[in-house]
């Protein structure tokens, strides 16, 4: 089947990217389960852009690079910061309920390193709502065809080296096929999921960096791996207890029930969420733990339940109630900072071939991610990438060649999903260290070795060996980078 645009992933990159394309245009969209799906209905917060008064493009910046680390790219950021009114505005055309004030303006929240009110958001629900109209658009969309239960497994390239096709495995009908398609965009998200400990969506475990790496493209800043300080520590997916919990007065303990933090910085619980991060692991190696105790019992059930029905509620859900009990928490892989590197037109350096959204790596986060940041580059590099399309000469269809013949694995020593994210947590995770890191990497070449360049009939084991390369690369980054940066933390 031939599409004009193929896009791999439906989150809100995927989805800005498709519903700017014209109707004249066929666009298929992939994704690995039903729409609204990876991490964008997740997303709590909100989208950060200069809408007040008091606030200014330049202030945004500032604030953007500070919390980067001055690592960012800030020709690129600004460019990138200077288009998200325009997105907000995209958002509203397709009736995204974001919160008004009495007076109908937007209302603005404001999050940490923020130096202004900021935040466009819908309630603590901010992604959801986004995704639930965007998915009422899509549905409308006759040209864009949306393919759930679809894996994309390689990049499939024609003579003349261009992007050109995809093989995917389809899940509900177990048969592999072949899609072709003037433009490839991976819309994939983040790799946040290839750590034990994680707050993202089952799918998201990078398969997009390899993707792009196996053809070719360029990888930027991968080391980059942003972690929440407490994620709920229990069976089930991840789920982050806000960061206002610890701003209303709640204590981090220790396994005997001690308050750790005041021993880490002066600002005990309300230090700057990577020092807090930073204490938590820490602490939990001095203590031989997987875990810490976050303590609100003394903020009063009224208050918990007033402020924070979703945590109580997610907490009841997992058998923890926050008004009466200690609660297990750890630092969370949180967002991948790096990634495919394009330009502000969404090209990678591989022709035919695009990244838009956290698979990508424009510049803008640099070496830590400003919250709120991230939503906003879905909007408007889903929507460059679009406009870059559309002004594309059209491409001769060429045949696509086949992919190189890859050999069996060798099946007495392969390794698991399990085994690869507790590697990942313990030797690429807060705190890194060269032993570590290269322990890690051996594990992961021989694993590579073991499960080979993976084998056409095995779909599980060919997204596996796309995941194992895409942890080698990060840590092949981590390793390259031997001091301490943003959210690179290295020991020794
Ligand atoms: C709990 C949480 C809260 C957050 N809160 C905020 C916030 O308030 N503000 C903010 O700016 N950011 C926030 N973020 C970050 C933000 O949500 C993400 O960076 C953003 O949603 C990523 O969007 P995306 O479209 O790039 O990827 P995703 O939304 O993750 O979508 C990825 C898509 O790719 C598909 N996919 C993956 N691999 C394959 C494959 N091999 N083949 C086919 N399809 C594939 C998935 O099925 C999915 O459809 C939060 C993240 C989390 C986890």
């Not at 690995?32 to 008064?53: E, H, K």
């Not at 520590?233 to 806000?242: A, S, V, W």
């Not at 947590?425 to 260290?433: D, P």
């Not at 890191?437 to 084998?455: K, V």
Request: charged content about 15%; some cysteine; glycine content about 8%.
């Amino acid at each position: 089947m031939h599409s004009d645009v193929l896009i791999i992933g439906s989150g809100l990159a995927g989805s800005s990217l498709a519903l700017s394309l014209p109707t004249t245009m066929s666009v298929t969209m992939l994704s690995t389960t039903p729409a609204p799906c990876g991490a964008s209905p997740m997303a709590l917060g909100g989208l950060a852009a200069v809408l007040g008064a008091e606030d200014s493009l330049e202030q945004h910046i500032a604030d953007t690079l500070e919390a980067g680390a001055h690592h960012a790219d800030p020709d690129k950021l600004r460019e990138i910061l200077a288009a998200a009114p325009q997105a907000v505005q995209w958002l509203l055309q397709h009736q995204v309920p974001l919160d008004r004030t009495v007076d109908g303006q937007l209302h603005l929240t404001r999050e940490g390193g923020h130096s202004q009110r900021r935040i466009v958001h819908a309630a603590d629900a901010s992604g959801q709502a986004i995704m639930q109209a965007l998915t009422t658009s899509l549905k409308q969309a006759a040209h864009i065809r949306q393919r759930p239960y679809c894996q994309a497994l390689a990049l499939r390239q024609n003579e003349q080296g261009r992007v050109a096709g995809v093989d995917i495995y389809d899940q509900q009908n177990r048969s592999y096929e072949t899609l072709s398609a003037d433009h490839v965009v991976l819309a994939t998200g983040g790799l946040g999921s290839l750590y034990a400990q994680s707050s993202n969506p089952a799918s998201a475990l990078g398969e997009g960096v390899a993707l792009a790496w196996r053809v070719g493209a360029q990888l930027r800043d991968l080391e980059f791996i942003q972690f929440h300080p407490t994620c709920l520590h229990t069976q089930g997916p991840g789920f982050l207890l806000t960061e206002a919990l610890r701003g209303e007065g709640g204590y981090l303990l220790d396994a005997q029930g001690r308050r750790f933090m005041p021993d880490y910085d002066s600002r005990a619980e309300l230090a700057p969420r990577d020092i807090v991060s930073r204490a938590i692991a820490s602490q939990m190696r001095l203590d031989g733990s997987d875990h810490v105790w976050l303590d609100v019992r003394h903020l009063g059930a009224e208050t918990l339940q007033h402020h924070f029905p979703r945590a109580l509620e997610e907490g009841l859900s997992r058998g923890l109630d926050l008004r009466h009990d200690w609660v297990p928490v750890a630092p969370a892989a949180h967002y991948s900072c790096g990634g495919i590197q394009t330009d502000l037109l969404g090209r990678s350096l591989v022709p035919g071939l695009y990244a838009v959204g956290e698979v990508a790596c424009t510049g803008l986060h640099g070496a830590n991610r400003l919250a709120s940041n991230s939503l906003l580059e879905c909007v408007v590099m889903g929507r460059a990438a679009a406009q870059t399309i559309v002004s594309c000469e059209p491409t001769t269809h060429v045949n696509l060649i086949p992919p190189p013949q890859a050999k069996p694995a060798n099946k007495t020593a392969l390794p698991t999903l399990s085994a690869l994210r507790a590697l990942m947590q313990e030797h690429v995770g807060l705190l890194r260290n060269h032993a570590g890191l290269s322990h890690a990497l051996e594990s992961l070449e021989d694993w590579r070795d073991a499960i080979g360049p993976a084998h056409p009939t095995n779909p599980k084991q060919q997204a596996f060996s796309l995941q194992l390369d895409t942890a080698w690369l990060v840590v092949q980054a981590a390793l390259a980078r031997p001091l301490s940066l943003g959210a690179h933390f290295r020991m020794n």
